[in-house]
């Protein structure tokens, strides 16, 4: 996806070797027109594929799922990183730990809004370690229900997290794959499905 890739050399600032910041257009601040390209882009990307719904994780998974959702018009439902009052029985639960923040929590969602005959398509807005992905994946199988595939936003490709999803049979497109964050300049992968 070209407009995603130029948004990121553009406006992403890679910190170290592994950490992107994308905070001008996905993390913190939302550039509204690349959403709706990108919820495009996963429309065209898992059509045919029978989602009945998205799950996602908060925050930085909502805009990208709200506009796939709306593409694919499908509802979207989000697993929330902290506790609530009002999210507080019948839940689905599992860990994940978060590398950027160096922590480990609990995500949960609401059982009444996943069920067994739901073909589910999980998005989230980085790939490196598959924590996240693997984590909701988890979600989606305490329910009852079938992982249709897993999109993402970026996929740092330098980091076994995209093996760790197809070894589990997942179906996973990312929109861009970058392969190095090395001395401050971000890479893409070349060639097919770059």
């Known amino acids: 996806m070209e407009l995603l890739k130029e948004k990121i050399l553009n406006e992403g600032v890679a910190l170290s070797d592994t950490v992107l910041k994308v905070d001008h257009f996905l ?20 059509e045919g594929k029978n989602i009945t719904r998205i799950l996602t994780l908060e925050s ?7 506009m796939a959702g709306l593409a ?7 697993a ?16 994940v730990y978060s590398y950027t923040k160096q922590e480990t929590n609990t995500i949960a969602v609401a059982d009444k809004f996943i069920s067994s ?8 807005d980085f790939l490196a370690n598959g924590e996240a ?32 999803l197809k070894d589990r049979g997942y179906h996973v497109e990312s929109l861009a794959r970058i ?4 001395n401050g300049e971000i890479n893409f992968l070349s060639g097919v499905n770059a």
């Open 179 to 182: 392969a190095s964050l090395s």
């Open 72 to 78: 694919l018009g499908v509802p979207v439902v989000f």
């Open 80 to 95: 929330r990183k902290r506790k609530s009052l009002t999210l507080d029985e019948n839940l689905l639960t599992a860990e």
């Open 60 to 66: 930085s998974g909502i805009a990208p799922s709200v």
């Open 117 to 124: 005959d739901d073909s589910i398509l999980i998005i989230d």
């Open 27 to 46: 993390n913190h601040q939302i550039d509204p027109e690349l959403m709706v390209e990108i919820g495009q882009a996963f429309k065209e990307r898992f």
């Open 133 to 164: 992905a693997n984590a909701l994946a988890d979600i989606v199988h305490l329910a009852g229900a079938r992982v249709a595939g897993i999109g993402i936003v970026i996929e740092k490709s330098f980091q076994d997290g995209a093996q760790k």
